[in-house]
């Protein structure tokens, strides 16, 4: 049972456009959300995060939006660059639970 | 000087073989983790120590055993290595203790584990 999903394995876009990552959640206990990023033969490494209480989080050209009651959030890159090109995970926690999603491939090209 | 680093970052073994894999951290973190990425990219969380207690164990056959020697170090231990054990596995870290919150992990490089 995936109780949190990224539907998308894989998603490319072109340099400088918008990149939207979708994941959603089962779990109605997950009270926070990170995304963390990973390069092949790397970590993971964080990026951002959101707490429930809050519908937007935004750093620098990242902004994750949370819509609880769809329990689905996103995380947008603008402008997407080259070195953006990573698996974005999507992971959430809450009730002693922190389960991450299978990740989504971002290609952005030149 | 790398914050969360594991060795080996390859291991190749026969099933029914023991082996262990390292982990330290230099971030003064009290709390660490061992993840497993499977086939299928899933990362899954096996164990998790704070300051050298263990606090999360989710099911994971007896056969890994994670051994804290000091809060800077968490090792893996497995015996009896099986084909299903194939993976990455990738030690975290992290100030707080507990899944939760805004609790920022940061991970190792991971050890790919191949058995044969």
């Known amino acids: 049972d995936q109780q949190v999903k990224q539907n998308s394995p894989s998603l490319s876009v072109q340099e400088g456009r918008i990149s939207i990552l979708n994941c959603d959640y089962t779990?109605?206990?997950?009270?926070?959300f990170l995304w963390y990023k990973k390069y092949p033969a790397e970590g993971p490494t964080f990026l951002i995060s959101i707490s429930s209480i809050k519908d937007k989080n935004e750093d620098g050209r990242f902004t994750v939006f949370l819509n609880k009651s769809a329990k689905h959030l996103s995380l947008h890159i603008v402008p997407s660059q080259p070195g953006d090109s990573a698996v974005y995970f999507c992971?959430?926690?809450?009730?002693?639970?922190?389960?991450f999603g299978p990740g989504t491939r971002l290609s952005v090209l030149p | 000087d790398t914050a969360v680093s594991q060795t080996p970052k390859y291991l190749v073994t026969q099933m029914g073989n023991d082996k262990s894999i390292k982990c330290e951290q230099n971030l003064g973190h009290d709390t660490m983790y061992w993840y497993k990425q499977d086939s299928k990219k899933f990362l899954k969380i096996m164990f998790s120590y704070n300051n050298k207690e263990l606090i999360i164990n989710e099911t994971v056959p007896n056969r890994f055993s994670p051994k804290s020697p000091d809060k800077a170090h968490l090792n893996l231990h497995i015996n009896s290595l099986e084909l299903g054990d194939s993976a990455v596995y990738f030690c975290?870290?992290?100030?707080?203790?507990?899944?939760?919150?805004?609790?920022?992990?940061?991970f190792g490089p991971g050890t790919r584990l191949t058995v044969l």
């Open positions: 992971a959430a926690s809450g009730g002693q639970n922190f389960v």
């Open positions: 975290a870290s992290s100030q707080n203790p507990g899944l939760f919150g805004d609790n920022e992990q940061f």
């Open positions: 779990n109605s206990m997950f009270d926070y």
